[in-house]
């Protein structure tokens, strides 16, 4: 599987922006999907994560009510809607798969994740 993200870019605090990942292979659907960011000088971090299907999702309480991660199977697309975007949500944000057996499993563990795409910065001013 290789994975290409895109849709970062630069906005004003409490704006929106839409992060989308796109999936090579035939193997999507067999997937949980996630999306982890990496400020400047810090560790890697979770942010949201959603499973083959049905649909269970996992959010970082610090995105929590802000962030909707989502995915087309058919598209082979997985995407993060972000709002009420604030300062520290300045990051590369990178989307991950990880291969999973159960239809239901999710994940908020880096290591879990096999695929990971080339990042997208999100630089939200205040």
């Known amino acids: 599987v290789q994975l290409q993200a895109s849709g970062g870019g630069l906005v004003q605090a409490g704006g929106s922006l839409r992060l989308s990942c796109a999936a090579s292979?035939?193997?999507?659907?067999?997937?949980?999907m996630g999306w982890f960011r990496q400020a400047p000088g810090k560790e890697r971090e979770f942010v949201a994560a959603?499973?083959?299907?049905?649909?269970?999702?996992l959010y970082a309480d610090s995105v929590k009510g802000r962030f909707t991660i989502s995915r087309d199977n058919a598209k082979n697309t997985v995407a993060l809607q972000m709002n009420s975007l604030k300062s520290e949500d300045t990051a590369v944000y990178y989307c991950?798969?990880?291969?999973?057996?159960?239809?239901?499993?999710?994940?908020?563990?880096?290591?879990?994740?096999?695929?990971w795409g080339q990042g997208t910065l999100v630089t939200v001013s205040s």
């Open positions: 991950a798969s990880m291969y999973v057996r159960r239809a239901d499993m999710v994940s908020r563990v880096s290591e879990d994740y096999q695929y």
């Open positions: 292979g035939r193997t999507f659907n067999q997937h949980a």
């Open positions: 959603i499973s083959r299907h049905p649909y269970n999702t």
